[in-house]
């Protein structure tokens, strides 16, 4: 997979805290066997006012003309929570979002982001408080995203994020995880051949 | 240096570790339809295989109907999943529960009832709501499906250790009050992103008191508190469910299995990086206002107003909560009138819930307008009911009987609600649209759910005497 260390655009703010699982791709379109496709369903309950995703809600910010290109995510605390699916970062990497940027994230949405490729930033909310003004004072202010350095820079500011490096090095190298874990295959069968027998 | 149970468990379990990131063994890998596709098709992309069949186990439940045994029943989407599931299972040896199993239903239902999760194991699904397994002292957890595809190749995951919360509830609970209302309230008290990155192990008196279905309750909505698990120490209670039970180990394994799970307990002095703690006696049957399972009160307490919130953030919440809810800040409970029930879920779906609705169903009939379901968690626990006459008891009182599955929690099936109906559900989210896009969903214990049905309104259980 490819990997992901400097990322340029511009941000669609969210203003919404806790968005959860279920509104970032409804379960309606869990029932796909693959990876892909799940774009156009993004937010499906807030994004149209009809079930078959005719009408946009010209009400919601990812509708706004002036955030149609936005390829960062803004938005607020324990972002992603819910359930397990995958399919919440596979939705928003298919619509077009590179990275996004919270207060806080939901651990599984995380860990899912990075096996992703697909970068979630954790900042301050006073950092946060900061994007929100910037971007909806101006929607073409560009936001700088360098996983290397950990920085988000902006209107002249830079914000340091904190980053296990272990998923730094693997989002940036676009590392094939399991692949990795299998080079510890001797390990893995020292462990298997101690277990005791009620467990084996 | 003293032990909390957590780290007895992640000890035990560590493969390798470079620094903080670990490789941990997985010792039971659940699986279903919906999460899987993807894991099975990346496998076969690289030319891997599952390396331990044996430690992986499928059922069908999120996208199956309640009313029919026919796999495309609910379409040919559904189906599709439904049949890709059965040929990857097939094609890797993996035991499978399909529909129309006698012992198929909801994972975290037949997982525990067929005797699959001991004391003392890892256990991973590609579904939030795995925390269930922590009542028997499992490190259990939902994971996405990029981890699945990991464990189905090298059985392992890498994991950081997360960070630890003691939950205490000492007391006696009192008539009327159960598991489902101690987990809603503890979630009130901590918030709904209150453990993001813990473990949690609940303790006390009150949580000692409960019966393994009950603990099944509480672990299952660890992670609507946002924390990654939840665990209980393993006891007498434990040992009895467990002992005889289909995959459980017998003779010398299961002595020996015995003498390890009662050292699993957390040593004295053991060192939690939060602790939290509530009295049994203080908990009162709780019902969801709002759209996320923190947004909680007792069922004798008043809508909250915007104003009474700790802060801005929370204050929005709420006010967009009302708002989707449809709702007014003061508003008594008892005044809000429903016109769905659902009873099921992997939270409330066992025979301990179906009894305790039951009990409540068999005092009236279900109000005129409201529309009832009760979805049994598994096939053993549909044969049951129907063995106790629970079945007969919610059809006189006009509730409609269904086939296990997920069902209505997430609606994956037809089991759908419309926009503006609003629906007591013994489930584990409120969030917005989780039941059917515009549908508000009221969180509550299975007798709560059953006593709503029957008065078209929420009513205290505990005003019911018999309950």
Known sequence: MAGINLHSGTAVPLDIANVDTDQIIPKQFLTAVTRKGYGKHLFHDWRYLDLHEQEP??????NKPEYKNASILLTRQNFGCGSSREHAPWSLADYGFSAVIAPSFADIFYANSVNNQFLPICLTNAEVDALFAAVKADPQTQIDLNLTEQSVSCDGQTYHFDIDPVHKNAMIKGLDAIGLTLELDSHIGAYESKMPAWIA | MAKSLFDKVWDAHLVHHDGDDC??????????????????SGLKEKNRKVRRPDKTFATMDHSISTRSLAIDACGPTNALQLRTLAENCQENGIEIYPVGHQKQGIIHVIAPELGLIL???????????????GAFGALAFGIGTSQVEHVFASQTLKQGKSKSMKVQVDGKLGLGVTAKDIILAIIGKIGHAGATAHVIEYCGSAIEALTMEERMTICNMT???GAKAGLIAPDQNTIDYLQGREKAPTGADWDAAVAYWQTLKSDEGAHFDTEVSLKAEDIKPQVTWGTNPGQVVAVDELVPTPESMPNDVEKTSCINALKYMDLKAGQKLSDISVNNVFIGSCTNSRIEDLRAAAKVAGLGHVAAGVTAIVVPGSGQVKLQAEAEGLDKIFIDAGFEWRLPGCSMCLGMNDDILQPGDRCASTSNRNFEGRQGRGARTHLVSPAMAAAAAIHGRFVDVRQLGEA
């Open chain 2, 223 to 225: 992670i609507e508190a």
């Open chain 2, 23 to 40: 490789l941990i063994y997985i010792d039971r890998h659940l699986i279903h339809e919906v999460t899987t596709p993807q894991a099975f």
């Open chain 1, 57 to 62: 809600n010209p009400d919601f910010a990812l």
């Open chain 2, 119 to 133: 004391p003392g194991m890892t256990v991973v699904c590609g579904d939030s709501h795995t925390a269930t397994h």
